[in-house]
């Protein structure tokens, strides 16, 4: 891809345009990872779009008064638009300066995001919010299942959900629990926030108790008086009138209106009343005031919590889920390998190019075996960014697997996009630490000697281990690396103890004990559990390669 290509598909690849093919994404990525200029320039744009939303109140207004219809032409104003954007590629951040090429390349954006195939209707209606535009013209997929004993029954993204007279228990994308109360009326769309595909929960009235799995998409649950930003936690929102609580079960919660936001901990309240600032957190008495979902409540009268006799759909099981260490020697590997194939395909996808690659030549073999061959399994990274990527291609480790089933250098780099980015990368000055360092360097970020990257790096960071260092288990345990049988045991066990340590370090940040609770959602740092966590791992991950089962 050519620079000036780039420019002008950078606002689609920010935008996430559902007709950016996955081979273009591959490209734009591969082009920014090599040239600085496009890198520099596709942030300056990235910000210029994050500006325009944060004031989109301001542009829908101005765009009502506008008839888009009569007063521009689509096909017209697209192209002056590639053109702008092509000669003026170079356009500051609009934070910085103002004046004529400024509010063009506003005018630029917006016709852009009004006209592309990324929005429709192609008329911004004139009662519509901005925020209402944007979210509900996103063709992002969202799967919604209401949890029935005989079966699930699909509901499409954008419809209403009302529980009238009984309580209601939602599934959303297969891992996200909610719990809905009696009265409650709410809707549920796609939300793509960086790339990164999640859901906005629209709560018009009532009351939800919900477990959010922390998997790295954004979960946002939107009242009349604010909104609640979710990483992973369960929480109970309640949203009356102009008014909105948010009770915190575990994890941490970040609870914003127009005036200010708060950080809400486990075992926290707060409160919105009629747009002002969040309330200061305080503590409260979380098992009664969620006794409704969670039927802990020992004097819950009737008029409390109501169920159909003839309905099981609610489970009140939402109130413990929090996960368990895997028990490797007790996992189904076929089973694991299907739950697992997604999040290896988001950090791994090179892997899985070459697999579709190699297919095509006829040659089946699936993830886990091409990432033991390429040993890419075993990698760890400290990558200063958000959201964290703990592993890039190694063009060498690529081309190795390769040559392996008999094709060229050539071969690889036609038909794997991710292998030019490697071998572009692998010419390039990299500080990024590796290895042994890499785990001295999170046992830093624990213990608050350096600053991490964002607030649950660690906890991506262990999840990142405990998968992939559950499928190197995986591997010893089917024979697919040479070991004897003394050295299977002594490593296998090495490897359950680091994927306890890992799972229950993610525990720690996410449903932190009494006296740690506060302290994580607020520093980030300091828990001596989870720095006990994390040495562990490390001194684990030193001892490994006493065995000599990867390069």
């Known amino acids: 891809m050519r620079c000036k290509k780039a420019q002008i598909l950078s606002i689609a690849h920010i935008l996430g345009d559902t007709e950016f093919t996955p081979e273009q994404y591959q490209e734009m990525e591969a082009h920014l990872a090599i040239c600085s200029v496009c890198a520099e320039e596709y942030k300056g744009t990235k910000e210029t779009i994050e500006f325009i939303q944060e004031n989109k109140a301001l542009f829908a207004q101005a765009f009502a008064k506008v008839d888009a219809e009569e007063a521009m032409k689509k096909n017209v104003l697209k192209e002056s638009w590639r053109r702008l954007f092509a000669e003026k590629s170079g356009i500051p951040n609009i934070l910085l ?122 979960f946002i649950v939107q009242t009349a008086s604010g909104k609640a930003i979710i990483t992973g936690t369960t929480f109970n929102i309640k949203a009356k009138d102009n008014n909105t609580t948010l009770i915190v079960t575990k994890g941490c919660v970040q609870l914003q209106s127009e005036k200010g936001e708060v950080s809400v901990g486990a075992g926290q309240l707060s409160e919105i009343v009629d747009s002002a600032v969040p309330t200061k957190p ?56 299907d739950e697992k194939r997604e999040w290896f395909g988001k950090n791994f996808p090179w892997i899985f190019e070459l697999k579709d690659a190699l297919t095509k030549e006829g040659i089946e073999v699936d993830y886990p075996e091409l990432l033991i061959q390429t040993d890419d399994i075993w990698q760890f990274m400290c990558l200063e960014k958000f959201p964290a990527r703990f592993s890039n291609p190694d063009f060498d480790s690529l081309l190795k697997v390769a040559l392996f089933y008999g094709f060229d250098k050539e071969w690889l780099l036609k038909n794997v996009p991710s292998a030019k980015v490697a071998l572009a990368r692998k010419s390039c000055q990299q500080d990024t630490i590796t290895d042994l360092k890499a785990f001295e360097q999170l046992l830093k970020y624990a213990e608050g000697k350096e600053e991490m990257p964002y607030g649950f790096y660690i906890a991506d960071a262990c999840k990142y281990i405990a998968e992939t260092r559950s499928l190197i288990w995986f591997a010893i345990n089917t024979g697919k690396l040479n070991l004897t049988n003394t050295q299977r045991t002594e490593v296998s066990d090495l490897l359950q103890q680091e994927i306890a ?50 390069k």
Request: aromatic share 8%; net charge negative.
């Open 501 to 550: 340590a890992a799972c229950d370090c993610q525990n720690e940040i996410f449903y932190p004990s009494d006296e740690f609770k506060n302290l994580y959602c607020n520093k980030g740092q300091g828990n001596e559990k989870i720095i006990e966590y994390i040495k562990t791992i490390q001194t684990i991950e030193t001892r490994i390669p006493e065995y000599e089962i990867h």
């Open 282 to 337: 305080a503590t409260c008495d979380v098992e009664n005031l969620t006794a409704w979902a969670t039927g802990h409540k020992s004097n819950i009268t009737s008029s409390q919590i109501v169920t159909n006799n003839n309905d099981n759909s609610w489970q009140p099981p939402l109130s413990s889920l929090r996960p368990e260490p895997i028990e490797l020697n007790k996992t189904d590997y076929k089973s694991w390998v």
């Open 97 to 218: 300066r103002t004046g004529a090429v400024a509010a063009c390349f506003i005018i630029g954006v917006l016709t852009w995001m009004v006209f592309s195939n990324h929005f429709k209707p192609n008329v911004l209606p004139s009662n519509s919010s901005w925020r209402q535009f944007v979210s509900a013209s996103d063709k992002s997929f969202v799967k919604i299942e209401l949890v029935k004993p005989a079966g699930n029954i699909d509901i499409k993204p954008n419809q209403k959900i009302i529980a009238d007279n009984e309580l209601k228990t939602l599934l959303i994308n297969g891992k996200h629990k909610m719990v809905m109360n009696i009265g409650t009326n709410l809707s549920i769309e796609p939300l793509t926030i960086n790339s990164n595909l999640g859901c906005l929960v629209k709560l018009d009235s009532g009351e939800i108790y919900t477990h959010v799995e922390h998997d790295g998409n954004p």
